[in-house]
Structure formats: structure tokens, C-alpha cells
């Protein structure tokens, strides 16, 4: 079994944003980053498939080199290896093309990933993915079980969700419960140490989208208190002045 | 040329999200001088398909092959591209759900296409094509240019304001399309689906009831549904809810849950941790009832009530019931 895992490296879920350079860059300072939270379920259910079935889990990471420190963890909770494309990303299409580079020539049997990046909450690399390698995509996953070449996926739809059988090579995009979050322990952060990181060079690949500016939403108003002792006057409020009813 | 709008069906009618979808097609049509096109996959009625015309469709393209009655990102996505290189549609659009990404998504690839996911507002066209999204779960928006001849967009709800009262009568064309189908999008089975039917969904509800853990109990969750019933909504709650399985996973709201972006949110015993804030910052009013008057959400909130919320609900419910 050959499990390649993705990961980004964002902005804590806690942390203020703000921007800099006439507002087209992210304002770095003092924001702590962290693997995706999403991508660290993927991973968590990476290492448990790894260690159940035996074979390899490589992480990659398409960014900067100030992402090593996550990729260091990802390699301290159980990956055996990390490739870091070094590049500074524009857009979800970019970063696609670079996890189907790598992984066209290294055939993964399982590549699984964060339903989405929790900076730009796109959603879509899983999918572009799977099509520019011509294998199926599924997302969000809660539930992957595998047997030889066969996966049992359950994933969420509007309202439910679905169990599917299909088969590999797969590529999935992960939220939880499909695996509890893992920890590294001291024998992992030790041996992380000496575990290959290997930085590439990117494919090029023609501009798709460009971000130009950011900014922030527009201050809220503050909020009208409604007397707990008056509470119903609150509907008619909703339907009068905020006109939601 | 033609804008494409996919638009998706829930039981052969097409979702409210969807609708928007259409009516912003539409307009980026009038922008742009093209027309706009309506593709529907699975079972309908032409009936509920011509409705697609009073948002501003001019033609449906519909797929009625039974094998598209169930939910096939793979396939639906190769029906998409075929419908674009038949209509020539340089402008794709879909609604944000985990399908309408999925699609997106490959048909980008496929397309060789730029991709925007998050869109929450109509693209400006002078001088490049730039559109603007929400990042960071709503708390920050970007505008992006996209560069690419085919440009794929995949639109948040409210991203276009519908006046339902201003809708034209005119019925959509509805002309048969026969997609080829590839076998190799049908080699996963589907084992079970299991769908809360009757409930409302999260992604469609204009007004959502939602509650945290000052709700105390599962047993405790009669006064909310009562007034979720007397509203016409949906019933959400906070991640520490469904994590202590007092209701279900899919109900969970927030920044690992679903993001949600209703006319009307109604906060029940949710202090507002940011993650939960993340979720719900789309809503157009935010009503907050807690009895900590220190509580974070009240920060976000554009109405809100200090008390007992088994006190507060029932008389919101009363007085509900009273508009009708």
C-alpha cells in the first residue's frame, strides 16, 4: 500500500487575519500556522491504513520553506518520507497540478487529503487531482475502510450520507470522525529528525486565476438588546425592521 | 455565447440554491452579452424544469438517462464538459455544496479551465474578469482575476439578491441532451444512502434554529424544534453538541461542520467560540439567546436576548405562531 498524504499549511483557526502590502498579502506576523485541520484527519487516518496494511505514507506539501516545521510533525506522527514542491502557490489549480506530478510518477494506491484548505476553503484540489490523473475523486469522507484493493467510503451528502463501494487508486477528500487527531510522541518528533524531506522544483503551469486584492468584512453594528421580559417583541422586529420574516 | 448553469435537483425539483445560481447566470449573461444555458442531470419534470426561465434562463438542457438519477460527481462532471463544448460556454457556474465542487472541479481540469470556488458576488468585466470570494470561512474576502478563456465559478448563497416578487413569467425552453456516458464514472457502487428526508437542509433553510450546549440535554430540544416548526426552519447546532451526539453530525455548524448562510440564524445557548462565529457569518441577522451576557456571540449578533432560553423559546413561539 502506497499512501500518499497532502497537506496545507494555514493560519490557526483562532487566528486574526488581517493583510499587508496595500492589502495583497497575508499578514503573517504573529499568526501561528498549523497543519489544515482537515489534512490532519486525513493524515491521522493515513497512519492507522499504514500501520493496519503495511507500505509507505509520503506527505506532501506544495509551499515555502516555512511550512517545514508542519511537515516535521506530519513525519513525527507517522509519515516515512516528505516532499515539499517549493513554491508559493496562487491558486487550487496550481497546487493540483503539482500533487499530479508527483504522483503520476510514483503510482499512490490512496491519496487523501482535507476536504478543504481552511485558508481559501476552496475545496476543489481533490477533485482536480483525481481528474488530472484520471481516477476517481470523493469528498467529503467520514469513514474509509479498506479491504485489498477495495474501499468502503462513507461520505457526507446534503442532509445524510452515503456509503459507497469503490476501487483504488482513489483520491480522497477527508473531514472527521474518519479518524481521531494524533499526537506525536517523542520516539516520533526524535526520528523525524533524520526522515528524508525532499524539496522539488515545480512544474510550470499557466496562470489560472491571479488573486489581486484582499480585504476584511465591513465592521458589524453593534447588537440591540431585547429584554428577556419582552422576548416575543423580538418576531416582530425580525419582521418589520430587519425584514427576515 | 452561452453561460452554463448546473443546477441541482433535489427529488426533481431544483434547489433554492440552485435557483440562485440561474438568476446569476443570468445576469453575468447580460453582462457579458451571452445567453444563459440550464443543465439539469436526473429525473424532472419539464414542467419544474421551465421555471428555471423566470430566473433568466433562456434554454434547459436536460439529461434524463435513469443511470443520472443518483448523485455521480464523476459522471455528472463529464456531462457538464459535453454540455460546455456543445453550447460553446466559455462561463461556467455552479452552486457551492460538495457536489457542486467535485464537478467543478474536474470539469475544470478537464477544461483546462480557472476555478473560483466561494464566489459572493457578481464578476466585474471591465478590464479582465475578476470575481470576489469569501477566504479564511468568511473572514476575509479576495478578488481574483481569472485568466483563462474557460472560466469555472462556484457561487456561496446569497451571492445575488433574488426579488421573488420581480420574477418574469417566461417559461426556459427544455431540449433533451443525451451526454456519452463512460463506464469508468460507474465502477463504485453505491452500498446505502441514508437521508433525513422530511428534515429541511442546512445548505437550502432561509431561517435556521440552532443550539449549543446551554441547551442542556437532548431531551431539552422541544422548544427549539417548536420554534424552528413555527418558522419554517431548519434545526443546526455547535460542534460540542454533536460531538456529545445529542444530535446528529450533520446538524454540526461551523468552521469543521457546515457553513451555513441563511436570512436568519437564531442562536440558542451558543456561547461563539470563532469556529463556531466561522460558520455562520454569512447570515444576513444573527439573533443570540444566552443567559451569559459576556458571551462572545453577542459581539457578532444583530439582535440579541439575555436570559433563559427554556423561558425566551416559548415565547418566541408563541408570537411566531401569531404572524401567520
Known amino acids: ?245 | 455565447m452561452s453561460i452554463l448553469i448546473y443546477v441541482e435537483l433535489d427529488n426533481g425539483s431544483i434547489k433554492k440554491t440552485s435557483l440562485e445560481a440561474v438568476a446569476y447566470g443570468a445576469k453575468v449573461a447580460s453582462q457579458t452579452g451571452g445567453q444563459a444555458v440550464v443543465l439539469a442531470l436526473g429525473k424532472a419534470d419539464n414542467a419544474e424544469l421551465e421555471k428555471a426561465g423566470q430566473y433568466g434562463a433562456v434554454k434547459v438542457l436536460h439529461a434524463a438517462d435513469a443511470k443520472l438519477d443518483h448523485e455521480n460527481s464523476l459522471a455528472y462532471a463529464d456531462a457538464l464538459v459535453q454540455a460546455a463544448t456543445q453550447e460553446g460556454s466559455k462561463i461556467i457556474i455552479l452552486s457551492k455544496s460538495g457536489l457542486g465542487d467535485a464537478m467543478a472541479a474536474r470539469a475544470a481540469a478537464k477544461l483546462k479551465a480557472g476555478i473560483v470556488s466561494g464566489v459572493t458576488a457578481l464578476p466585474e468585466t471591465d478590464g479582465g474578469f475578476k470575481v470576489t470570494r469569501a477566504i479564511f470561512t468568511g473572514k476575509a474576502f479576495a478578488t481574483t482575476e481569472i485568466k483563462s478563456d474557460i472560466k469555472v465559478l462556484v457561487i456561496r448563497k446569497n451571492a445575488i439578491e433574488i426579488d421573488e416578487a420581480a420574477l418574469s413569467s417566461a417559461n426556459a425552453t427544455v431540449e433533451a441532451f443525451q451526454p456519452a456516458l463512460r463506464e469508468s464514472d460507474f465502477t463504485a457502487s453505491v452500498v446505502s444512502v441514508d437521508k433525513a428526508d422530511s428534515e429541511l437542509s442546512l445548505a437550502e433553510a432561509g431561517i435556521i434554529v440552532s443550539g449549543g450546549r446551554g441547551m442542556k440535554g437532548p431531551e431539552h430540544w422541544q422548544p427549539l424544534i417548536d420554534l424552528a416548526r413555527a418558522l419554517g426552519a431548519a434545526t443546526g447546532c455547535s460542534k460540542p453538541v454533536s460531538d456529545l451526539d445529542w444530535r446528529p453530525h450533520h446538524e454540526h455548524i461551523g468552521q469543521t461542520g457546515i457553513k451555513v448562510a441563511p436570512n436568519l440564524y437564531i442562536a440558542c445557548g451558543i456561547s461563539g467560540a470563532i469556529q463556531h462565529l466561522a460558520g455562520v457569518n454569512g447570515s444576513k441577522c444573527i439573533v443570540v439567546i444566552n443567559k451569559d451576557p459576556e458571551a462572545p456571540f453577542f459581539k457578532a449578533a444583530d439582535y440579541g436576548i439575555v436570559g433563559d432560553v427554556f423561558e425566551i423559546l416559548p415565547k418566541l413561539t408563541e408570537a411566531a405562531k401569531s404572524l401567520k
Open chain 1, 1 to 245: 500500500m502506497k499512501i500518499l498524504v497532502c497537506i496545507t499549511n494555514v493560519p490557526d483557526t483562532t487566528a486574526k487575519i488581517s493583510f499587508t502590502d496595500n492589502d495583497t498579502k497575508l499578514n503573517k506576523n504573529g499568526v501561528q500556522f498549523i497543519i489544515g485541520p482537515y489534512d490532519d484527519y486525513a493524515l491521522a487516518r493515513g497512519v492507522e491504513i499504514k500501520e493496519q496494511n503495511g507500505g509507505s505514507l509520503t506527505v506532501l506539501h506544495v509551499g515555502e520553506a516555512d511550512a517545514e516545521p508542519q511537515i516535521r510533525k506530519a513525519l513525527a506522527i507517522g509519515a516515512d518520507d516528505a516532499i515539499r514542491v517549493n513554491a508559493d502557490p496562487q491558486d487550487s489549480y496550481f497546487v493540483a497540478a503539482q500533487i499530479a506530478h508527483i504522483a503520476s510518477q510514483n503510482s499512490y494506491d490512496l491519496i487523501l487529503m482535507g476536504r478543504e484548505s481552511i485558508d481559501y476553503n476552496s475545496g476543489v484540489v481533490h477533485g482536480l487531482v483525481g481528474e488530472m490523473l484520471g481516477i476517481p475523486s470523493y469528498s467529503p469522507v467520514m469513514k474509509l475502510d479498506l479491504e485489498g484493493n477495495n474501499a468502503t467510503i462513507t461520505r457526507e451528502i446534503d442532509g445524510g450520507k452515503e456509503v459507497l463501494k469503490a476501487h483504488l487508486p482513489l483520491v480522497l477528500g477527508c473531514q472527521e470522525p474518519i479518524a481521531e487527531w494524533k499526537i506525536p510522541n517523542m520516539r516520533g518528533i526524535m526520528t523525524a529528525r533524520t526522515k528524508p524531506l525532499n524539496v522539488v522544483e515545480p512544474v510550470s503551469v499557466d496562470d489560472m486565476t491571479v488573486p489581486q486584492t484582499y480585504k476584511l468584512p465591513a465592521p458589524k453594528g453593534a447588537c440591540k438588546m431585547i429584554p428577556a421580559s419582552e422576548a416575543e417583541t423580538l418576531i416582530k422586529l425580525l419582521q418589520t425592521e430587519a425584514k427576515v420574516l
